[in-house]
């Protein structure tokens, strides 16, 4: 889904569930790496598609993962929205800022 803000689009993907493993868990078990979606800039945690047991995830229900490819539109969407975490770990590989919100009680 895109969503229009100020004329400038941002890709907003939903997602039923989503795993978040703190990263120090993952420097232990890199073979574990698949199903990664993105990695936070708040606590460095790690989000993922599918659970990983052996590293005890956090279970996040009803969360959107919004894509920013313009840096004022990410930071004006921080700075005015709660949210669970966001990454700036992407922007050389990407040139994209993510946000993962809640979009609220189930």
């Keep these: 889904m895109f969503i229009v803000i100020k004329g400038k689009i941002m890709k907003k993907t939903y997602y039923e569930l989503l795993y978040m493993v703190e990263v120090d868990a993952l420097e232990e078990n890199e073979e574990t790496a698949e199903g990664f979606l993105f990695q936070g800039s708040k606590n460095w945690d790690l989000y993922f598609l599918d659970a990983i047991p052996i590293l005890e995830p956090v279970l996040l229900e009803n969360v959107s993962l919004l ?32 946000i993962l919100v809640s979009n609220g009680e189930n």
């Design 67 to 98: 894509e920013f490819e313009e840096k004022l539109e990410f930071e004006n969407y921080l700075q005015k929205n709660q949210i669970i975490d966001y990454s700036l770990e992407h922007v050389q590989e990407l040139n994209k800022y993510f």
